[in-house]
């Protein structure tokens, strides 16, 4: 799903190690319960018959709007989300008996973020404590849910599997954690406006990859991208809050947040090229390739010809479209949320200009940014975060 958070990136193009053990399996119908001071975890889950949305005739971006405005309204009826405050000392004993397991909870997953987002990690310590707590708890159940179908479980994961992992989250909504990671997000969820659906939009986006390996056109891929990381802006817009003075509409600002998963999504894609043809996988518009007289054989075949650059440079053009959507909506976070945001917008981005100097050829060069441009990429993503967009391409050239 390649691209987590918080409009940051996690999905399924990424390779990464293995760091939980999902409680995915079947225990004979049961859950093996055990209790830790008031709270209740459990290992397994339920049997669960997932309801797939039917297909509608609607362009991929018309479905994923609904979605929005569905997420923007609960906003709304919070105040826009400016007035949001945890009392970990107080609220947490209301919601789960024992604070200090929550908040080891909290803590746990805040050390999952560190080990896998380092960048974005370091990124979030501008954000107030509750702030910074809700979004690793986002993160980490991102994170979790990319490794079912791209982790090195994978192959043994069925719908069925996903079934369950759905099911659990429903429960994780309705305040039945399953152990500690959960437990986190089942409280971030009970204290922000955050809706469920984007969440299971993710699971979905994990049924795709089981099931699909091609995608006919822009809207087939659109609708991917958002699943498995346009989503990740809307769950994350309620915690990172919008700013008081902000005059912009809830909805463009959580069109932003789309913009920066789909154009995460799209430059992972980009950048994997190779990496997925050697998995049988090709993340591309069928029709765009046959448009440029190109097809999965060009890309099996790895070779790097005027007709693929000339492709690869139509791609990369509209993934910086959506780059710069995302610009206008991190302008009107909250102060304090805004550099992580920043940090992320600017590292990928860059993955898109290291694609231009290996010369297009991501069959067997991986565009990656180097250990210096990210540290160099952090004060940068701090003074623009304070400066405005309008100065973000002269410091990036800087």
């Not at 989503?231 to 509409?249: C, D, F, N, R, Y």
């Not at 993503?381 to 002269?394: C, E, H, I, M, R």
Request: proline fraction near 3%; charged fraction near 25%.
């Amino acid at each position: 799903m390649s691209g987590v958070l918080v409009w940051v990136s996690c999905g399924p193009k990424e390779n990464i190690n293995s760091f939980l053990s999902f409680a995915c399996r079947s225990s004979s119908g049961e859950r093996a319960q055990r209790k830790f001071s008031g709270i209740s975890f459990a290992t397994g889950a339920s049997a669960f018959s997932g309801a797939v949305a039917a297909e509608t005739s609607r362009s991929s971006e018309e479905r994923v709007y609904e979605v929005v405005m569905k997420q923007a309204a609960l906003v709304k009826e919070n105040k826009r989300g400016t007035n949001i405050a945890l009392d970990l000392d107080k609220e947490v004993e209301a919601y789960f008996t024992n604070g200090d397991l929550l908040n080891a909870a909290y803590d746990r997953c805040g050390e999952v973020c560190a080990e896998y987002a380092k960048t974005f990690y370091l990124g979030t310590q501008l954000m107030t404590s509750e702030r910074r707590k809700a979004i690793w708890a986002i993160y980490v159940w991102c994170r979790r849910t990319d490794e079912l179908v791209d982790g090195p479980n994978s192959s043994h994961i069925t719908p069925g599997a996903l079934d369950r992992w759905e099911q659990r989250l429903t429960d994780v909504f309705e305040g039945r954690p399953y152990d500690m990671y959960d437990a986190a997000l089942s409280h971030t969820v009970s204290k922000y406006p955050v809706d469920i659906q984007p969440f299971k939009d993710m699971i979905k986006g994990m049924r795709m990859d089981l099931r699909k390996s091609r995608y006919d056109n822009f809207d087939e891929l659109y609708l991917y991208c958002y699943y498995v990381a346009g989503t990740v802006g809307l769950m994350s817009v309620p915690v990172m809050g919008i700013a008081p003075e902000s005059k912009a509409s809830t909805e463009s600002i959580y069109n932003a947040a789309l913009a920066l998963g789909i154009a995460n999504q799209l430059t992972n894609i980009l950048r994997d090229v190779g990496e997925d043809a050697r998995r049988g996988r090709v993340y591309l518009p069928q029709d765009e390739l046959a448009q440029a007289g190109l097809s999965d054989d060009d890309i099996f075949r790895g070779k790097v010809t005027e007709k693929w650059r000339k492709f690869m440079k139509g791609q990369i053009k509209r993934a910086r479209m959506f780059f710069d959507e995302a610009e206008r909506g991190i302008a009107e976070l909250n102060p304090a949320s805004k550099w992580p945001v920043w940090a992320s917008l600017l590292l990928y981005r860059q993955i898109l200009d290291a694609i231009e100097a290996n010369d297009y050829n991501n069959f067997t060069k991986r565009a990656y940014v180097g250990k210096v441009k990210k540290l160099l990429s952090l004060p940068a993503a701090y003074a623009v975060s304070f400066l405005g967009p309008q100065n973000l391409t002269k410091m990036v050239k800087r």
